[in-house]
């Protein structure tokens, strides 16, 4: 987690009111956390999976059973670009937002980008049973534990991180309210 360094109050000040941009893999708190800051900023809440289902007009299950995962990583680009036109927003995106070429860096220029993580376990069980995430079809345990392998440097280039497990989604609201506003 970043320190109280003259280069982070620098960063800080040059970020305020640009937008919020959580990351991270599924289930670490993305969507709960960012209605949480949206409310508390007055920031317009953005959750990238919604626009993409409203833009689509079918569920996320859907679009990766009709198109496939590629098709939806350049849908979901477009709907970041398209979001990050305009300031004061919270956006949170899917986990899978980062693995498309250029989304760091567009995420990086517009806003605050706060990586959440979780421990293997807490993931697991916070998505098990749910049959609404495509990439978990199968064995949701074996799943999430490729798919955090397979992502474990994608979130690194985020300002900083907060490991959301054991915390709620006030604490994790309020410790990066704290860095977001100096």
Same mark, same amino acid.
């Given at each position: 987690?970043?320190?109280?360094t003259?280069?982070?109050?620098?960063?800080?000040?040059?970020?305020?009111?640009?937008?919020?941009?959580?990351?991270?893999? #599924?289930?670490?708190?993305?969507?709960? @956390?960012?209605?949480?800051?949206? *409310? =508390?900023?007055?920031?317009?809440? /953005?959750?990238? %999976?919604?626009?993409?289902v409203?833009?689509?007009?079918r569920?996320?299950a859907?679009?990766?059973?009709?198109?496939?995962?590629?098709?939806?990583?350049?849908?979901?680009?477009?709907?970041?670009?398209?979001?990050?036109?305009?300031?004061?927003?919270?956006?949170?995106?899917?986990?899978?937002?980062?693995?498309?070429?250029?989304?760091?860096?567009? #995420?990086?220029s517009k806003?605050?980008? @706060?990586?959440?993580?979780a421990? *293997? =376990?807490?993931?697991?069980?916070? /998505?098990?049973? %749910?049959?609404n995430?495509?990439l978990?079809?199968?064995?949701a345990?074996?799943?999430?534990?490729?798919i955090?392998?397979?992502?474990?440097?994608?979130?690194?280039?985020?300002?900083?991180?907060?490991?959301?497990?054991?915390?709620?989604?006030a604490?994790?609201?309020?410790y990066?309210l704290?860095?977001?506003?100096?």
């Amino acid at each position: 987690m970043a320190g109280d360094t003259e280069e982070f109050k620098k960063f800080n000040e040059e970020q305020r009111n640009k937008n919020i941009i959580l990351v991270g893999m #599924m289930a670490t708190g993305k969507s709960t @956390v960012g209605a949480i800051l949206a *409310e =508390e900023l007055g920031y317009e809440l /953005v959750d990238l %999976d919604h626009v993409i289902v409203e833009t689509e007009g079918r569920s996320i299950a859907e679009i990766f059973a009709e198109d496939g995962e590629h098709y939806f990583r350049s849908v979901e680009t477009a709907v970041l670009k398209r979001m990050l036109e305009s300031e004061n927003k919270l956006i949170s995106t899917g986990g899978g937002a980062v693995l498309a070429p250029g989304n760091t860096d567009l #995420m990086l220029s517009k806003g605050h980008v @706060v990586a959440l993580t979780a421990t *293997e =376990e807490e993931i697991i069980a916070r /998505v098990s049973g %749910d049959q609404n995430r495509p990439l978990l079809a199968g064995n949701a345990e074996e799943r999430v534990r490729r798919i955090m392998e397979d992502r474990r440097e994608a979130y690194l280039f985020a300002h900083y991180t907060v490991d959301t497990t054991g915390l709620t989604a006030a604490e994790v609201s309020q410790y990066i309210l704290m860095h977001y506003r100096g």
